[in-house]
């Protein structure tokens, strides 16, 4: 099932997976279980981060597997806590650890907060070194995407973000586009607000198709060349999620779906002044 599943190839040449699997809130003591069953549906795109507190699940599910290490992409996150260049590669050694792996297929900057140009240029080092294959960054807006791509040598690969019928970012992912950065949807069902699987739009294009309203959020994302990594805990929705790639929206409904959009985040803003605080104050270690 896995070779069906299209791959993305990146700034610099590294292919990606452009449907995987998100453990954020997932529980770590469900995490090695849910993975596992992702894994066994076909999955072999796995994105989780230090700050999610279960990286450690995932590594035990994958070494359980039995899937070569080389099928899989694999996607941690660096905390606000560990900006900085020393720091930072010392989190990303954490993170090896805790996966059990030799190295990581992308590694992203998880809060555009902190001395996260320290970050990048460990980054690049890690990247160098063999210990990622690829770098980017997660949650940052354009102006600051631009002055990080601007001041350093290496662009960013990825930029995840949130990206739903809701929030579409048709003019950031233009802007993405043009700079070589790939755009990574997280939230892609916007946790159901808005009533999204309710949505009366996305509902009848879902019946045209035969299919549920998920599943049509998630090929609306593929065929805007969006890689997403939808979460879910049920072994049936996971493999209903993977199933998105033997139908295709047609234009009009592309466009109709385009009127949902509301141009704003259904969560919260990162350039909210209380929102920085309590995340770049957050702390996921001692």
Known sequence: ????????????????????FGVYQV???ETER????????????????????NEEGVGRAI???????????????????DTGERATSAAAESSLRALGLDYLDLYLIHQPYGDYYGS??????LQDRGLTRAIGVSNFHLD??????????????????ETHPFYQRYDEHGAMAERGVQHESWGPFAEGRN???GDPLLGEIAETHGRTVAQVVLRWLVQREIVVIPKSVRPERMAENLDVFDFELTVDEMD?????????SLFFSHRDPAMVEFLGTRRIHD
């Open 120 to 125: 990048w240029r460990a980054m690049e080092h």
């Open 195 to 197: 009533n999204l699987f």
């Open 144 to 161: 600051r995407l631009v002055d990080l791509i601007v001041h350093n040598d290496v662009t960013p690969a990825v930029n995840q973000v």
């Open 256 to 264: 109709r779906i385009a009127t949902l959009d509301t141009g704003e």
């Open 1 to 20: 099932m896995s070779a069906a599943i299209p791959t993305v190839t990146l700034v610099n040449g590294v292919t990606m997976p452009v449907l995987g």
């Open 34 to 53: 849910v993975v596992a069953d992702a894994l066994a549906a076909g999955y072999r795109h796995l994105d989780t981060a230090a700050a999610y507190g």
């Open 63 to 81: 070494a359980a597997s039995g899937v070569p290490r080389e099928e899989l992409f694999v996607t941690t996150k660096l905390w606000v806590q």
């Open 27 to 29: 529980p770590p003591e």
